[in-house]
């Protein structure tokens, strides 16, 4: 009988292999799925940590950002967070449709995401051992799309930027992933980080009985991230019960 690890990763293949027919008009130039290319971390991710076993509260993000999971395969993936303190490991190879101010270097990808240094460096804090994180909990982006436009600095698109007819088969096949790691992971309560995030859980998870909540997001586009954003998170999430 498959275990929890083997149905995760057999759902997220099939999610991975729906996106890859998938095509996008600009401003979406370059489309990256790390679960093609960087699918050897991604799998040692989801069968050491993330899907482990059981996990009660899910941590969903938006979509890959250019320095984390497009480098390495894994939510919120900034190189150090992702090969220091997760100990992630696996090839991730060349991605010919890359932009070429934004190629994939994978872990020697010299760039910070800031982000998932902020992310996952808030939980390194408070739990110091991954596994003491992950006892819990899992972390997930919605969308394993990163969606590049074809400017001079290839400048990241979000899925909002993009036309809704466009996004629908993708949002349809990520929505069939969500509620998949949902069901075998045994997930009690989701937690959107930004507002798409939760949006887009409440709506592909209504009417099964979960918890829904969100943090906010800790792009450094965000001011109030700026200011302080592991105060800020610390106590949203000790108000939707998921600190300890």
Aim: a positive charge.
């Amino acid at each position: 009988m498959p275990d929890i690890a083997d149905l995760a990763e057999e759902a997220t293949l099939e999610a991975r292999d729906a996106l890859a027919s998938l095509r996008f008009p600009s401003p979406a130039d370059h489309v990256y799925l790390p679960l093609g290319y960087a699918w050897e971390p991604h799998r040692d991710y989801l069968r050491r940590l993330a899907a482990a076993g059981p996990r009660e509260i899910l941590f969903l993000g938006m979509n890959p950002g250019p320095f984390g999971m497009a480098q390495t395969g894994v939510p919120f993936g900034e190189v150090a967070a992702a090969r220091d303190w997760l100990g992630i490991r696996g090839e991730v190879l060349p991605h010919p449709g890359a932009h070429p101010a934004k190629p994939v270097l994978g872990f020697g990808c010299p760039r910070s995401e800031v982000s998932g240094r902020r992310f996952w460096g808030l939980f390194r804090e408070r739990f110091g051992r991954p596994e003491a994180f992950f006892r819990r909990r899992t972390v997930a982006n919605y969308c394993p799309l990163m969606f590049v436009q074809a400017t001079k600095t290839g400048r990241n698109v979000t899925p909002t930027e993009l036309p809704a007819e466009a996004m629908r088969p993708a949002e349809a096949a990520c929505d069939r992933l969500l509620v998949s790691l949902v069901r075998i992971l045994g997930v009690r309560q989701v937690i959107g980080v930004g507002g798409y995030a939760e949006e887009r859980a409440r709506r592909a998870l209504d009417g099964r009985g979960l918890a829904f909540g969100r943090v906010l997001h800790p792009s450094p586009a965000s001011p109030a991230a700026n200011r302080g954003w592991d105060a800020v998170a610390t106590r949203e999430l000790e108000a939707l019960g998921a600190w300890d």
